[in-house]
């Protein structure tokens, strides 16, 4: 059964760092590229951030570059976001994606809430 469940979401002011984790399992973690969305309130989901399936590419949202960074372990098939300098824009529902063409399997979410 393919499982893929976020953690790390939290409350936190701004300015604040929080790393999120996506840990999988029931799929080839080392085969799929591994992206990060989220989705705002009333807002449609967007891409975030998306790292190849070696590990050796990565893409950001100009809304985050500079900002966050997108890192995977494929030992402990493990997908990892790190969100620095947190603005109250960021506040989202996180989701964690796995996609190899068409093969793409979702996580359920979690909650980052940016705010003073």
């Known amino acids: 059964q393919v499982q893929l469940r976020e953690s790390g979401g939290d409350s936190i002011g701004p300015g604040g760092s929080l790393r999120l984790d996506c840990r999988t399992n029931g799929f080839s973690f080392s085969d799929y590229d591994m992206s990060w969305y989220r989705q705002a309130p009333g807002k449609e989901r967007e891409l975030v951030a998306t790292?190849?399936?070696?590990?050796?590419?990565?893409t950001y949202a100009d809304a985050v570059k500079r900002r966050f960074v997108i890192r995977r372990d494929n030992a402990k098939n493990t997908a990892i976001l790190f969100m620095n300098s947190l603005k109250v824009d960021d506040t989202a529902v996180y989701f964690c994606?796995?996609?190899?063409?068409?093969?793409?399997?979702w996580g359920q979410g979690t909650q980052v809430t940016v705010g003073s």
């Open positions: 994606n796995a996609q190899r063409g068409r093969s793409v399997f």
């Open positions: 790292i190849s399936s070696s590990g050796e590419r990565t």
